[in-house]
């Protein structure tokens, strides 16, 4: 009734309806995959834009120094005058002992709260400290490296084994020397300093 070459071609219409239906679906589902990877790209390029926006976003508590004393400006700058005018002529860690001192007084219920107080603090109009009593303490140059050792003893560095006291021994009166040796607890000497704790 029909001849061969008409069922065959029609077997190949339905096997071609069949193949163009089976690609449309791969179509639509790699469409479908597309638009996801489209959108996941896009969420991917958004995030991006907003870490890089937050990275472009200082606070100025992210700028602030952050010590571990309160202080003001006049306090580092006595502590820069302070250290300069009794350690110097010594080595990073000559200068850090000084300004480690003076911040463990500050910390200490038995001194003043501030830097500049425990500085200029006076017993019987004696001053803690000579330079203050000579006046060299307004007379010094602060050096550079003088200042980044405050900076780092502000921030924490202490090697001070918790040393409130120093003195020069070659410096100081008899009599004020056997002060610090019968009242106090010696720790170490470092350079021209002999450190005590009480």
């Avoid at 791969?26 to 990275?55: C, D, F, K, P």
């Avoid at 219920?109 to 004696?126: I, K, L």
Wanted: overall charge negative.
């Amino acid at each position: 009734m029909y001849s061969k070459s008409y069922i065959f071609l029609f077997v190949a219409n339905i096997a071609c309806a069949v193949l163009l239906l089976f690609l449309k679906d791969m179509n639509v589902q790699a469409g479908s995959m597309n638009n996801q990877e489209t959108i996941s790209v896009q969420t991917q390029l958004v995030e991006m834009e907003r870490l890089e926006s937050l990275e472009r976003v200082i606070s100025y508590q992210t700028l602030q120094q952050r010590f571990c004393i309160e202080v003001t400006d006049a306090d580092i700058e006595t502590l820069f005058k302070i250290v300069e005018a009794e350690a110097g002529g010594e080595d990073r860690t000559g200068k850090l002992l000084v300004a480690n001192v003076v911040i463990n007084r500050v910390r200490s219920m038995a001194f003043p709260d501030t830097v500049v107080d425990v500085v200029y603090q006076g017993e019987q109009s004696v001053a803690q400290f000579s330079p203050v009593s000579n006046g060299v303490i307004n007379k010094v140059n602060v050096s550079e490296e003088t200042k980044e050792v405050v900076y780092s003893a502000l921030k924490g560095e202490d090697v001070s084994n918790g040393a409130l006291f120093f003195m020069a021994r070659k410096y100081t009166p008899l009599e004020n020397a056997q002060w610090f040796d019968n009242n106090l607890t010696f720790l170490f000497t470092y350079g021209g300093h002999d450190f005590y704790k009480r």
